[in-house]
């Protein structure tokens, strides 16, 4: 009961009343350091009371818990050096991360615990010590592998054609080798090797891929974009396809060049992901992502019913004219390609001043040209622009999301001995097990003296102020006492200056 009254508290809006009552109850407990303590009993969703602060934001509740938990090491002067307790904040051996569960929580507020002591010093050790070394590594080791799957692409085993051409408009010059005759020279054997490292690579991504989905859950995993949501869809499907291309190589299956294809533009795209890794290019990967699947997702269904309605009409017009003079709309896939185009204004309108177009063609074009480029494109721009907006205004909370994700991340995925827990365990200072970060707070002992320096000489501004609308709306008829509110006002901006030239000679 008390446990289940701890967590309601956390999900009060009087923040004052909910702090005095939670130190109430836990006044009556038994266990306040042992494992049965009430603060550490989790509820149905696994979230103990201080997780709960975190993942709703609760940024009160979460300074007050933190102040509960720290412990003053030494104090010189304005020097104080802290022991915050890392229990349920730090990643090391959480398997529901606090980190993780800030930066995958929808609600905003929950981002601004990042900037709160001592979890952003924790996250700056962390990124600083492992995180962006072995962000870089991983990002270069990419690039190579890669750069190594595209070379074996390009060199792939390719001989000349032997067969007749049965059509005017068949342009293959070349065809795929059979399985025997790919492996025969020394280049074969070269290009054999860079083969084997690309299928090494996408079996190692699945093993490291597949387990995170399992524990977090498809919905969540693909859906959080400041986790990486589509670049985990990227790269699971861009493993896929260089398996679906090994088989076809194997079994001797013409067409890998459509796995193949599918396989180099989905890896390169991939390389964008490493950009959260920079402050520059990090808040743009959000913006694309926002944008591909906010956007241009909504836009593409009105782009595809414009395309099909007026591919159509382009096939129906020049079904009955001689495909030599006017090749776009030969066919139906074709008319849907060049609609395409001419929507995305790629190519200009197809015409032959040689013969006589048909008049309903120019009819069409130009009712096509109204809707697809001066309305639906500039529809377009507008939406993305918006969506530019509203993520500027938060990218660097936005970035500062996306590196606690990747560090949480490496920290999952990588060896324990290539990262060592942070932070001081508490048995050099006789604090048991647990383990601290030691943080130095500088107090300044005139802050508090200048802020009320500073709040009387604003109250002393605000009552002058208040003298002159007084002034105006009683439309003061005697000079008398005209000549007396100005000697006051006189007065008083003498004394708010004098103290204004006090304050600035203690700064």
Request: glycine share 6%; proline share 4%.
């Amino acid at each position: 009961i008390g446990n289940t009254v701890l967590h309601i508290l956390v999900l009060q809006p009087n923040k004052t009343f909910a702090c005095h009552m939670y130190s109430l109850i836990l006044s009556y407990d038994r266990n306040k350091e042992g494992p049965g303590s009430l603060e550490l009993i989790p509820n149905n969703e696994g979230l103990t009371p201080f997780k709960l602060a975190g993942v709703e934001g609760n940024t009160v509740m979460f300074q007050y818990l933190m102040q509960k938990r720290k412990h003053n090491l030494w104090s010189f002067g304005p020097l104080t050096t802290v022991l915050y307790d890392l229990t349920e904040i730090d990643s090391w051996a959480e398997d529901q991360s606090f980190l993780e569960l800030i930066v995958s929580t929808k609600k905003r507020e929950a981002r601004q615990i990042l900037d709160l002591t001592p979890v952003k010093e924790l996250v700056s050790l962390k990124w600083n010590m492992y995180g962006r070394p072995y962000f870089c590594f991983l990002a270069l080791f990419y690039i190579l592998y890669m750069v190594c799957f595209t070379m074996c692409c390009v060199y792939r085993p390719l001989k000349p054609r032997t067969g007749n051409k049965t059509n005017s408009r068949d342009n293959t010059v070349y065809v795929q080798k059979m399985l025997q005759e790919s492996y025969m020279t020394y280049e074969d054997e070269l290009r054999l090797v860079g083969e084997l490292i690309t299928v090494i690579g996408a079996v190692v991504i699945l093993i490291l891929e597949i387990p995170d989905i399992l524990r977090v859950g498809a919905a969540k995993y693909f859906g959080q974009t400041i986790l990486g949501g589509p670049f985990h869809i990227i790269v699971i499907t861009y493993a896929c396809m260089i398996l679906v291309t090994m088989v076809m190589r194997l079994t001797s299956t013409t067409g890998e060049v459509v796995p193949m294809s599918f396989a180099l533009v989905l890896g390169w795209c991939n390389v964008m992901y490493f950009a959260r890794g920079f402050q520059m290019l990090g808040p743009f990967t959000i913006m694309i992502q926002k944008m591909i699947f906010g956007d241009l997702m909504r836009f593409c269904w009105l782009m595809a019913v414009v395309i099909l309605g007026f591919a159509s009409a382009f096939y129906i017009i020049f079904q009955t004219e001689n495909p030599e003079n006017l090749g776009q709309f030969y066919n139906y896939p074709m008319s849907l390609f060049t609609t395409f185009e001419l929507f995305l204004t790629i190519i200009d309108g197809p015409a032959n001043y040689d013969v006589d177009l048909p008049f309903m063609y120019s009819v069409v074009y130009f009712a096509f040209a109204i809707i697809a480029t001066l309305l639906m494109l500039n529809l377009l721009i507008a939406m993305m622009g918006d969506t530019h907006w509203r993520v500027a205004h938060e990218q660097d909370e936005l970035w500062r999301a996306q590196v606690v994700a990747t560090t949480v991340m490496l920290e999952r995925k990588l060896p324990r001995c290539l990262w060592p827990r942070s932070g001081i365990c508490g048995r050099e200072y006789g604090l048991g097990d647990r383990w601290y970060l030691r943080v130095e707070e500088r107090v300044d002992p005139n802050k508090h003296k200048m802020m009320r320096y500073t709040e009387a000489f604003k109250a002393q501004d605000n009552y002058d102020k208040g003298l002159e609308k007084l002034e105006i709306n009683r439309n003061i008829l005697y000079k008398k006492e005209v000549s007396a509110l100005s000697l006051s006002r006189s007065t008083s901006r003498t004394s708010s200056h004098r103290g204004w030239e006090i304050l600035r000679r203690n700064t």
